[in-house]
């Protein structure tokens, strides 16, 4: 079993930044591809950024310039920078990844709010 823990949600105004984490924990052998998804009510959910296990990110254009993928290899973590947010950025963020165990699976997190208002 493969649990992914998300933090650092929470309430900024526009212009500020806030900084995202999301850890894989369990029986991993190997973590593959790690993402961030997001959603608002009455929309589908759509990709924000990925990154590949050798460090090649992926973003939508809509953040591109504001926001950062990282992760760390060693703790099985993805990180989501998040500079200049908008009000347009409000909505709960997933974080994903595609983890072997006996087989490979994808693995979603329970979801963060983050909301940009003033």
């Known amino acids: 079993q493969v649990q992914l823990v998300e933090s650092g949600g929470g309430s900024v105004q526009p212009g500020g930044s806030l900084r995202l984490s999301c850890a894989a924990s369990?029986?991993?052998?190997?973590?593959?591809?790690m993402g961030w998804y997001r959603r608002t009510p009455g929309k589908e959910r759509e990709l924000v950024a990925t990154?590949?296990?050798?460090?090649?990110?992926n973003y939508a254009d809509s953040v591109k310039g504001r926001f950062t993928i990282s992760r760390d290899n060693a703790k099985n973590t993805v990180y989501l920078q998040m500079n200049s947010l908008k009000p347009e950025d409000t909505a709960v963020y997933y974080c994903?990844?595609?983890?072997?165990?006996?087989?490979?699976?994808?693995?979603w997190g329970q979801g963060t709010q983050v909301t940009v208002s003033s």
């Open positions: 990154i590949t296990s050798i460090g090649m990110t």
């Open positions: 369990g029986s991993i052998f190997r973590v593959n591809a």
């Open positions: 994903h990844a595609v983890v072997a165990t006996t087989r490979w699976n994808d693995y």
